[in-house]
């Protein structure tokens, strides 16, 4: 056993589709309509009136009601996560291996709606008036920093904001600490709040999708795809080296094989996922050919999905499967990528494959194999997983089920 | 395991433009703390700040990007190119492929935010430009670095609060060690912000003048602004192209205190500087300066005292022990990257950059604080400490090349 190996042990999900990964996942294979009426904020003055935010989540199950009062959303999310996660692993994090256990949460926006509150309250009362016990909250790593005070894991906690690829960003920076052995569990994720301040900004970038009154739909690859639907929630999983989750019996859902993260410096925008794709198949030895699902970040927006398209036709030809969550669970942005990662797990562990809901007719330019129909596939063996952020990030992961 | 090397600085700070009027600045024991200008403190019980005020991107031959960036991303592209100058390298041409990008922050383009803010709650605009809106996201800033320099490897933004620095540099090191990088510029950037500002004000942490590190009347810290970004690259590339090195990075350590959002714990720091001890593979015995953190609060310069008593035992008082925040305040996700930079330049140099405004000696801060008065003195293996919010510690190890 090579002790570079790394394993998938533990899923801890918060998300519009469901909370736990079961429900998530079935939420995912149902193709459950996750869209509703915004209610953590007023829609008045924005012809979009619709997200995906999560309606059953109650944050005293997971957090002592003495913690909860300055915590903020995505802080209350993310240790909620955490929390699912732990226990999914059955890791009990003790003062034996808190020192070898460390936390990574992608995270872009996650304090953007605390910086806001904090700075209007100034604003409006008066800085003299600013209730000092908001201000940790503004910082961008509070989340993560919670999580660990919450959990007591002292190893080390990075925040890494690379937008929608934040979360696999964040899993390759884990992965890259096992390696180094530098940890030997590290709980990595991802967190993003439904809030008016990005909800704003994507309206206002025209990025929404249902700008013109209609229902907003999330249809990736869709000819008549007009934007995305927002989301929110929170995605933790446990990483570990082989052999350390082999010693403690730990259920193991899916091995790492490989990985890449790179950056498109240009207009056009598929140069980056190129190299992120290749190099993850070429550091594992393995041909586009030996991948069996793609699982896509494609959003519904235009530039976005017909990036993925052509990068996926260009490496893996028209024959390679491909589906998109988001189609289910909306854009929760630095949290996409551990939702992402979470299912192609949970893709590996069931030989199940959730579909692209809401896909109806394909974008020509966008003329892949995309899964509208859900079901079993049981030769199901290795996935990738890929993300791509406006900015010019990618990322690409590539997972392989456990066999004992 | 491959060495790597820092071979390029590009600093932007209140006390200079550039390493050369920055460490000339700092060894006088230059203040580059100033009224602040940024917005209106006179609502504030503290009226003073670390801004850079003569930091002009037109100057710097970047006006076009003023219009698209938030200044976090100015004051990043800015450091970066005196960086890349300073290092020799033509990267667009001759590392498009395999240059890294990884950049700190502790609020990123916070003042974007902030001007937003203002519009929609003191003027009551709805309506914002796509150009003001995009400059918000964090990682603007780590991807104006890569597009401008026309680079595709990983392109990294680390939001750990004020030990961000410290976390972009070690990670830039990682990827160089791992073979995902030949090249990596590293570093970070905050801009002035008056989230930050209010915020420490209503912790009554902010000193009305001066900022004190080590001294018994200290009055708390000072808010400022800045960046540092530093070229990092493979020693054997390095030596191939004949470049001049200013120090090896030998390693670094990270841990959580687990505690406390904001009181730091002596625990968390002693484990962070054992681990990039550790990591660097050498012992407390060999280290010849420590840049603190040292902000000038009494919880962060008790802790960070305390704990260096137990790393280094009865040397601690034979090691310097400086913290340049005093000269330029705390500028947040970028403060351990300038540090990085002053530490980089003590180990070329020989000379120590002192701890300003010391006046009274506290006895639980006995530490050797180089005080007032840079000093000639060798270094050969520097330790950069950064402790952040949610107790994020990162220490960084440099060693002079030999």
């Given at each position: 056993m090579?002790?570079s190996?790394?394993?998938?042990t533990?899923i801890?999900?918060?998300s519009?589709?469901?909370?736990?990964?079961?429900?998530f996942?079935?939420?995912l294979?149902?193709g459950?309509?996750?869209?509703?009426?915004?209610?953590?904020?007023?829609?008045?003055?924005?012809?979009?009136?619709?997200?995906?935010?999560?309606?059953?989540?109650?944050?005293l199950?997971?957090i002592?009601?003495?913690?909860?009062?300055?915590?903020?959303?995505?802080?209350?999310?993310?240790?909620?996560?955490?929390?699912?996660?732990?226990?999914?692993?059955?890791i009990?994090?003790?003062?034996q291996?808190?020192?070898d256990?460390?936390?990574?949460?992608?995270s872009?926006?996650?304090s953007?709606?605390s910086?806001?509150?904090?700075?209007r309250?100034?604003?409006?009362?008066?800085?003299k008036?600013?209730?000092p016990?908001?201000?940790?909250?503004?910082?961008?790593n509070?989340?993560?920093?919670?999580?660990?005070?919450q959990?007591?894991?002292?190893?080390?906690?990075t925040?890494i904001?690379?937008?929608?690829c934040?979360?696999?960003?964040?899993?390759?920076y884990?992965?890259?600490f096992?390696?180094?052995?530098?940890?030997?569990?590290?709980?990595v994720?991802?967190?993003?709040?439904?809030?008016?301040?990005?909800?704003?900004?994507?309206?206002?970038?025209g990025?929404?999708?249902g700008?013109?009154?209609s229902?907003?739909i999330c249809?990736p690859?869709?000819?008549n795809?007009?934007?995305?639907v927002l989301?929110?929630?929170?995605?933790?999983?446990?990483?570990e080296?082989?052999?350390?989750?082999?010693?403690?019996?730990?259920?193991?859902?899916?091995?790492v094989?490989s990985?890449?993260?790179s950056?498109?410096?240009?207009?056009k925008?598929?140069?980056?996922?190129e190299i992120?794709?290749?190099?993850?198949?070429?550091?594992a030895?393995?041909k586009?050919?030996d991948?069996?699902?793609v699982?896509?970040?494609?959003?519904?927006?235009?530039?976005?999905?017909?990036l993925e398209?052509?990068?996926?036709?260009?490496?893996?030809?028209?024959k390679?499967?491909i589906t998109?969550i988001?189609?289910?669970?909306?854009?929760?942005?630095?949290?996409?990528?551990?939702?992402?990662?979470?299912?192609a797990?949970?893709a590996?562990?069931t030989?199940l494959v959730?579909?692209t809901?809401?896909?109806?007719?394909?974008?020509p330019?966008?003329?892949?194999?995309l899964?509208?129909?859900?079901?079993g596939?049981?030769?199901?063996k290795?996935?990738?997983v890929?993300?791509?952020?406006?900015y010019?990030?990618?990322?690409?992961?590539?997972?392989q089920?456990y066999?004992? | 395991m491959?060495?790597v090397v820092?071979?390029?600085?590009?600093?932007i700070?209140s006390?200079?433009?550039?390493?050369?009027?920055?460490?000339?600045n700092?060894?006088?024991?230059?203040s580059?703390?100033?009224?602040?200008?940024?917005?209106?403190?006179?609502?504030?019980?503290?009226?003073l700040?670390?801004?850079?005020?003569?930091f002009s991107?037109?100057?710097?031959?970047?006006s076009?990007?003023i219009?698209?960036?938030?200044?976090?991303s100015l004051?990043?592209?800015?450091a970066?190119?005196?960086?890349i100058?300073?290092?020799?390298?033509?990267?667009?041409a001759?590392?498009?492929?395999?240059?890294a990008?990884?950049?700190?922050?502790?609020?990123g383009?916070?003042q974007?935010?902030e001007f937003?803010?203002?519009?929609?709650?003191?003027?009551?605009?709805?309506?914002?430009?796509?150009?003001?809106?995009?400059?918000v996201?964090?990682?603007?800033?780590s991807?104006?670095?890569?597009?401008?320099?026309?680079?595709?490897g990983?392109?990294?933004?680390?939001?750990?609060?004020?030990?961000?620095g410290?976390?972009?540099?070690?990670?830039?090191t990682?990827?160089?060690?791992?073979?995902?990088?030949q090249?990596a510029?590293?570093?970070g950037?905050?801009p002035?912000?008056?989230?930050?500002?209010t915020g420490?004000?209503?912790f009554k942490?902010?000193?009305?003048?001066?900022?004190q590190p080590f001294d018994k009347?200290?009055k708390?810290?000072?808010?400022a602004?800045?960046a540092?970004?530093?070229?990092l690259?493979?020693?054997?590339?390095?030596?191939e192209?004949?470049?001049?090195?200013y120090a090896?990075?030998?390693?670094?350590?990270?841990?959580?205190?687990?505690?406390?959002?904001?009181?730091?714990s002596?625990?968390?720091?002693?484990?962070?500087?054992?681990?990039?001890?550790?990591?660097?593979?050498?012992?407390?015995?060999?280290?010849?300066?420590?840049s603190?953190?040292?902000?000038?609060?009494i919880?962060?310069?008790?802790?960070?005292v305390?704990?260096?008593?137990?790393?280094?035992?009865?040397?601690?008082r034979?090691i310097?022990v400086?913290?340049?925040k005093?000269?330029?305040?705390?500028?947040?996700?970028a403060?351990?990257?300038?540090?990085?930079?002053?530490c980089?330049?003590?180990?070329k140099?020989?000379?120590?950059?002192p701890?300003i405004?010391?006046?009274?000696?506290d006895?639980?801060?006995?530490?050797?604080c180089?005080p007032?008065?840079?000093?000639?003195?060798e270094?050969?293996?520097?330790?950069?400490?950064?402790?952040?919010?949610?107790?994020?510690n990162?220490?960084?190890?440099?060693?002079?090349f030999?």
């Amino acid at each position: 056993m090579k002790d570079s190996e790394l394993v998938i042990t533990g899923i801890g999900i918060i998300s519009p589709a469901g909370i736990g990964k079961d429900a998530f996942w079935q939420g995912l294979c149902e193709g459950k309509n996750c869209l509703g009426d915004i209610t953590l904020f007023s829609t008045d003055g924005f012809n979009v009136k619709k997200a995906c935010e999560i309606t059953d989540f109650n944050p005293l199950d997971f957090i002592h009601k003495r913690h909860l009062r300055t915590l903020d959303r995505s802080t209350r999310l993310l240790i909620a996560a955490t929390s699912l996660a732990l226990e999914d692993s059955g890791i009990n994090i003790n003062e034996q291996n808190t020192f070898d256990t460390g936390f990574v949460a992608g995270s872009t926006f996650g304090s953007l709606h605390s910086i806001f509150q904090f700075d209007r309250e100034g604003l409006i009362e008066g800085p003299k008036y600013v209730n000092p016990s908001f201000f940790p909250n503004t910082v961008i790593n509070s989340p993560a920093s919670q999580a660990a005070i919450q959990f007591k894991i002292k190893g080390f906690n990075t925040t890494i904001s690379t937008g929608l690829c934040a979360s696999l960003d964040a899993f390759i920076y884990a992965c890259d600490f096992l390696r180094l052995k530098r940890a030997n569990t590290v709980l990595v994720g991802g967190v993003e709040e439904l809030c008016e301040e990005i909800f704003m900004g994507l309206y206002q970038c025209g990025l929404l999708s249902g700008l013109d009154g209609s229902e907003p739909i999330c249809s990736p690859f869709d000819k008549n795809r007009n934007g995305l639907v927002l989301s929110e929630g929170a995605a933790v999983l446990v990483l570990e080296r082989k052999e350390h989750a082999l010693r403690r019996d730990a259920p193991v859902l899916a091995m790492v094989v490989s990985y890449a993260n790179s950056f498109s410096p240009n207009k056009k925008q598929s140069s980056g996922l190129e190299i992120s794709i290749n190099r993850a198949l070429k550091s594992a030895n393995l041909k586009p050919e030996d991948i069996d699902l793609v699982f896509s970040s494609a959003n519904s927006t235009k530039e976005l999905d017909r990036l993925e398209a052509g990068v996926i036709k260009s490496i893996f030809g028209k024959k390679v499967k491909i589906t998109a969550i988001k189609s289910t669970i909306g854009e929760p942005c630095s949290a996409s990528g551990g939702f992402l990662l979470s299912s192609a797990s949970m893709a590996l562990t069931t030989k199940l494959v959730p579909p692209t809901v809401n896909s109806k007719e394909l974008d020509p330019e966008c003329d892949i194999n995309l899964v509208t129909e859900g079901g079993g596939l049981s030769g199901l063996k290795r996935v990738m997983v890929i993300g791509s952020d406006p900015y010019g990030n990618s990322s690409a992961i590539i997972l392989q089920g456990y066999e004992s | 395991m491959k060495k790597v090397v820092i071979t390029g600085i590009g600093l932007i700070t209140s006390i200079g433009i550039g390493k050369e009027e920055f460490w000339k600045n700092l060894l006088s024991g230059r203040s580059g703390i100033s009224p602040v200008t940024a917005f209106d403190t006179k609502e504030h019980f503290t009226h003073l700040g670390g801004e850079v005020k003569n930091f002009s991107p037109e100057d710097m031959g970047l006006s076009e990007y003023i219009d698209t960036c938030s200044r976090a991303s100015l004051l990043a592209i800015s450091a970066t190119k005196l960086a890349i100058e300073d290092s020799g390298l033509n990267l667009s041409a001759e590392h498009p492929t395999d240059t890294a990008v990884c950049i700190g922050t502790t609020m990123g383009a916070v003042q974007s935010s902030e001007f937003i803010n203002e519009q929609m709650v003191l003027h009551g605009v709805q309506q914002f430009r796509r150009e003001e809106i995009s400059k918000v996201p964090t990682h603007s800033t780590s991807s104006i670095v890569s597009r401008l320099n026309k680079l595709s490897g990983p392109s990294m933004m680390f939001s750990t609060a004020c030990a961000a620095g410290n976390y972009a540099i070690g990670y830039g090191t990682d990827l160089i060690r791992l073979g995902r990088a030949q090249i990596a510029l590293v570093g970070g950037a905050e801009p002035f912000s008056k989230v930050a500002f209010t915020g420490f004000n209503q912790f009554k942490a902010v000193a009305p003048e001066k900022c004190q590190p080590f001294d018994k009347n200290r009055k708390g810290m000072m808010v400022a602004e800045g960046a540092a970004v530093l070229v990092l690259e493979s020693l054997e590339h390095a030596l191939e192209r004949g470049a001049e090195i200013y120090a090896e990075v030998l390693g670094y350590g990270l841990s959580c205190d687990a505690k406390h959002m904001t009181t730091p714990s002596v625990e968390g720091i002693v484990l962070c500087m054992k681990k990039a001890l550790r990591y660097s593979g050498i012992t407390p015995d060999e280290v010849d300066y420590i840049s603190a953190h040292g902000t000038g609060t009494i919880a962060n310069d008790r802790a960070e005292v305390a704990a260096i008593k137990e790393v280094f035992g009865n040397r601690y008082r034979e090691i310097p022990v400086s913290s340049i925040k005093s000269m330029l305040g705390h500028t947040m996700g970028a403060a351990s990257a300038i540090e990085a930079s002053a530490c980089a330049l003590a180990i070329k140099t020989g000379y120590i950059p002192p701890t300003i405004n010391f006046e009274t000696p506290d006895p639980d801060c006995d530490v050797d604080c180089v005080p007032n008065v840079a000093r000639k003195q060798e270094v050969y293996i520097a330790m950069n400490n950064s402790y952040a919010f949610g107790g994020n510690n990162a220490s960084l190890i440099l060693k002079k090349f030999s």
